[in-house]
Nanobody, 123 residues
Framework: VQLVESGGGLVQFGGSLRLSCEAS????????MGWYRQAPGKERELVAT???????NYADSVKGRFTLSRNNAKNTVYLQMNSLKPEDTAVYYCYADWSLQVSIEGSIRNENWGQGTQVTVAA
């Protein structure tokens, strides 16, 4: 499974950006898809995730500013980021938890990460 990210860049304080991530490859279902981020010197942290059924989970730091949506037909998620702050500066990584039926008896479940896209918010 490959995850292709797009939409990162440089934006001014208070501005907006939209990240996209498309999953491709051999899978039957994307169970959970979303975004994590990692700032310099910090650990990777959750930004937002969305389940196949549309249930969302957001980090407290982005609630009310970021919106995650999903197009299941295109296996794509979109992260709309508004009111951006310098502390949102980080490399944003797309994440997907997927399943594949491998036999009548069972399936496998695995996860993949994208290569990361830089988001920089200037003060």
């Amino acid at each position: 499974v490959q995850l292709v990210e797009s939409g990162g860049g440089l934006v001014q304080f208070g501005g907006s950006l939209r990240l996209s991530c498309e999953a491709s490859g051999r899978f039957d279902k994307i169970n959970v898809m979303g975004w994590y981020r990692q700032a310099p010197g910090k650990e990777r942290e959750l930004v937002a995730t969305i389940t196949n059924g549309g249930g969302t989970n957001y980090a407290d730091s982005v609630k009310g500013r970021f919106t995650l949506s999903r197009n299941n037909a295109k296996n794509t998620v979109y992260l709309q980021m508004n009111s951006l702050k310098p502390e949102d500066t980080a490399v944003y990584y797309c994440y997907a938890d997927w399943s594949l039926q491998v036999s009548i008896e069972g399936s496998i479940r695995n996860e993949n990460w994208g290569q990361g896209t830089q988001v920089t918010v200037a003060a």
